[in-house]
């Protein structure tokens, strides 16, 4: 069974910092491109950030460029998104996704079950 768990979610202030975590297991992810995706209610789910296989190649959204950073270790089968200099406007449930090819926009074929981020202000 394919799964995608994300974890690393919380409350936090205006300013700070958080790390997610997405383990995926059950196949091999080898060559798929992994991303990140949000969602707050009564929206539709927008993309954040995707990684490349080798980690070479990555791109963000524009309201998150410069204060999050998507990273792999292929290694351990786990991609992160390091979140800094949170704003209230990032409030949302973040998503995993896998996609077997590394494009724009990505096109997930996997999802993890998400992890809710909180921002106060």
């Known amino acids: 069974q394919v799964q995608l768990v994300d974890s690393g979610g919380g409350l936090v202030r205006a300013g700070g910092s958080l790390r997610l975590s997405c383990a995926a297991s059950?196949?091999?992810?080898?060559?798929?491109?992994m991303g990140w995706f949000r969602q707050v209610p009564g929206k539709e789910r927008e993309f954040v950030a995707a990684?490349?296989?080798?980690?070479?190649?990555?791109y963000y959204d524009d309201s998150v460029k410069g204060r999050f950073t998507i990273s792999g270790d292929n290694a351990k089968n786990t991609v992160y998104l390091q979140m800094n200099n949170l704003k209230p406007e990032d409030t949302a449930v973040y998503y995993c996704?896998?996609?077997?090819?590394?494009?724009?926009?990505?096109?997930?074929?996997?999802w993890g079950q998400g992890t809710q981020v909180t921002v106060s202000s």
């Open positions: 996704a896998a996609d077997r090819l590394y494009r724009r926009p990505l096109m997930p074929d996997y």
């Open positions: 059950g196949r091999t992810f080898s060559g798929y491109a």
């Open positions: 990684i490349s296989w080798t980690g070479r190649r990555t």
